[in-house]
């Protein structure tokens, strides 16, 4: 994965992986521990999962713009989120990290 700067709506978080590979975004977070874990960007996707993943996440769905479209709080692991109509991007962020 490749560390990455993101801007969303002119707040930059910094330290973010980008999964690039099927198998990067396949992974996303599942088997990470919850101390070690990292925010994660997944560009061109519009639905995610969170199968065996240890912890709850969030996430940010993003427009072509990487404009704000929603923002999905406590999703809890072996669950699975729909596509959400004009999403582009996907940040998937640990409960830990502020928002």
């Known amino acids: 994965m490749k560390k990455i700067e993101l801007n969303i709506n002119n707040k930059i ?9 099927f198998f990067e975004r ?6 990470v521990r919850e101390e ?9 996707c519009n639905s995610i999962h969170t199968y065996f993943m240890k912890f709850p996440i969030k996430i940010i ?11 999905i709080k ?4 072996f669950r ?3 596509p959400v109509k004009n999403v582009k991007h996907i940040v998937e962020i640990p409960q830990k990290f502020k928002i």
């Open 13 to 21: 978080y910094k330290d973010v992986y980008k999964a690039e590979t």
């Open 26 to 31: 396949l992974k996303g977070l599942m088997f």
């Open 36 to 44: 070690k874990s990292f925010i994660l960007f997944l560009p061109n």
């Open 61 to 71: 769905c993003l427009n072509e713009k990487m404009e704000v479209v929603t923002i």
């Open 74 to 77: 406590n999703i809890k692991p």
């Open 80 to 82: 699975f989120i729909l």
